[in-house]
């Protein structure tokens, strides 16, 4: 399993455990000898793959989110057929899944897995290790979720085969840590713990029953949210938690509250034994007893306000309203909970007063709540698989035709075609808002020894202007594009 860069790979901040690999791989350690090359990093990692290849594989699985990794993992995908054409690259991960077609037309890629990979690597694997063509092909058909590149003769045809639901998250066998080196991911500075800490991710659960426009898991997880058991995913993490010593975990579940029930039974069975932080939306925080959550371990959230206009709200669907966020963010404010909030801006049809109204959002938010920080104004970008890129496509995004193509998607996505008009304001916005709550970067900037009363300075700064809409194109603007340019080769 090759893991490739995502084009943002930070160490403490944004390189988390291959769950992908780890996942699939777990499905098949023990039984097959099992090796995950995880590019963000080793820095020898094509070293490492052309050993690896030198034992003659039964395949290659490589991950994929739509983006920068594209380009990485056909760089992976290139070392593997350069050292021997006759090893199986097998694509999976989120991109794949979403455009298995096109993923499969290139031709460095053999195979395509479509959605989770634990339900099939077995039989895949069973069939991919057949050294006779016909039964290979005999077994790929029978595999369910791929889709495969047939021969005959010098024709080549794409073959799909049944598609097979979801996987039953309380029966996969726990993650095989012991291929990794879990000193690579674990996070000391995340902010969940508030002081020293130790914290790794865990999933507990999968998919979402909401329905935003500019997301690509319902069209993933056809609105089913799945989960383990209160009691396994205790169990699990605190296996974790002993394991590694840590004192936090990060729940990366996209929904933990959408069973209230059994998400406080995970946190009553955590006991403030270790600090946790999830990923949950506003209105799920206005329905839970936030004290006793605070006091079980909870203490970092990170909803998505998204937008601070109606409109805008309604357009994406987020099915929540900006009097419903402002009175949930004073319930927080009573506690100690750090909230973590991210918005989005950019969307086709937004006007500036839109945006503005956005901003002030966010400056009411910090100001209503002590412990509210911004993670920062990401820019909309069309994912495949969303409700809004339909509406993009009708409003001149050109679509990529190439999986290659897809990989000029960075993190800061600024080439669609409705904001060119307004690139200065949200660049201004994009940057400082990572500085508007004067503490957001502190751990970050804390290794560059930076004095916490200039990150305030900045925030006090940063905070006027926004409260004067004042986003015109400033110096550190200029400034903070040629750093990421630099540092991160962001467009
Ligand atoms: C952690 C995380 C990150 C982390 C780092 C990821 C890491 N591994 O270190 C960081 C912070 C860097 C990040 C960044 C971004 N992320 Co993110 N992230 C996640 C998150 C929360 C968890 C990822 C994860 O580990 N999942 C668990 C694993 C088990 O699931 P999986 O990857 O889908 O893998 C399964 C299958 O896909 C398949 N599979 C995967 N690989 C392979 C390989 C083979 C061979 C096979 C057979 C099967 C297979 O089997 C796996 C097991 O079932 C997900 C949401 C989620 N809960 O999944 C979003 C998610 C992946 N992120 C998303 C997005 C949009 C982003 C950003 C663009 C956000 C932004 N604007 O900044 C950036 C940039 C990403 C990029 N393209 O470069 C989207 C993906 C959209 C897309 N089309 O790719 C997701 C799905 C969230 C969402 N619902 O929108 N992210
Ligand atoms: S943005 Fe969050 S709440 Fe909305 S569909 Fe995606 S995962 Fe669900």
Request: hydrophobic letters at 40%; one cysteine or more.
């Amino acid at each position: 399993m090759v893991y490739p860069r995502t084009g943002y790979d930070i160490k403490n901040v944004s390189v988390d455990m291959p769950l992908a690999s780890l996942s699939v791989a777990s499905m098949v350690s023990g039984k097959r000898e099992t090796k995950i090359i995880d590019m963000r990093v080793d820095s020898e990692w094509e070293k490492h793959l052309r050993q690896e290849l030198r034992k003659e594989p039964v395949a290659v699985g490589i991950s994929s989110m739509t983006g920068t990794q594209i380009k990485f993992g056909l760089d992976a995908c290139r070392v593997v057929k350069n050292a021997d054409a006759q090893v199986p690259t097998v694509w999976g991960g989120i991109h794949a899944t979403l455009l298995p077609e096109q993923t499969l037309q290139n031709e460095l890629i053999d195979v395509v897995a479509i959605g989770e990979g634990e339900i099939i690597i077995k039989d895949l694997m069973g069939a991919l290790e057949k050294p006779n063509e016909k039964r290979k092909n005999e077994l790929l058909k029978k595999t369910n979720n791929i889709i495969f590149k047939q021969k005959k003769g010098k024709e080549e045809r794409q073959v799909r085969t049944k598609s097979a639901g979801f996987a039953d998250l309380d029966k996969l066998p726990a993650l095989p840590y012991d291929l990794v080196d879990i000193e690579n991911y674990i996070h000391t500075k995340s902010m969940v713990g508030k002081g020293t800490e130790k914290a790794l991710p865990f999933i507990t659960s999968r998919g979402c029953p909401y329905r935003c426009t500019f997301c690509c898991n319902p069209r993933l997880s056809l609105r089913r949210w799945r989960c383990m058991s209160a009691e396994r995913s205790y169990a699990l993490v605190n296996e974790m938690v002993e394991q590694f010593d840590l004192d936090a975990v990060i729940f990366h579940d996209e929904n933990f509250f959408a069973n209230p029930t059994r998400a406080e039974k995970i946190a009553e069975l955590i006991n403030n034994k270790f600090n946790f932080s999830i990923q949950a939306r506003m209105d799920a925080l206005g329905r839970v007893d936030l004290q006793k959550m605070e006091r079980y371990g909870l203490s970092v959230v990170q909803p998505g306000i998204e937008s601070g206009s109606e409109r805008i709200l309604q357009l994406i669907k987020k099915d929540e309203s900006v009097s419903e966020i402002l009175k949930v963010n004073k319930k927080l404010a009573k506690t100690n909970i750090v909230s973590v909030y991210n918005f989005m801006m950019g969307f086709p049809t937004e006007t500036n007063h839109e945006l503005a109204e956005s901003t002030d959002l966010a400056l009411k938010l910090i100001r209503e709540n002590p412990n509210a920080e911004l993670s920062g104004f990401y820019v909309f970008a069309p994912y495949p698989g969303t409700e809004l890129f339909d509406f993009a496509v009708a409003n001149g995004f050109s679509v990529p035709n190439t999986l290659e193509g897809w990989a000029i998607y960075s993190r800061q996505h600024l080439q669609t075609p409705w904001i060119q008009d307004k690139l200065d304001v949200i660049k201004n916005i994009m940057y400082t808002s990572k500085l508007v709550d004067g503490k957001r970067l502190e751990g970050m900037l804390s290794s560059l020894h930076m004095p916490r009363s200039l990150l305030k300075k900045f925030g006090s700064h940063y905070r006027k202007r926004w409260e004067n809409h004042d986003f015109s194109n400033k110096i550190d603007t200029k400034l903070m594009n040629f750093i990421t340019r630099t540092y991160f080769g962001w467009e």
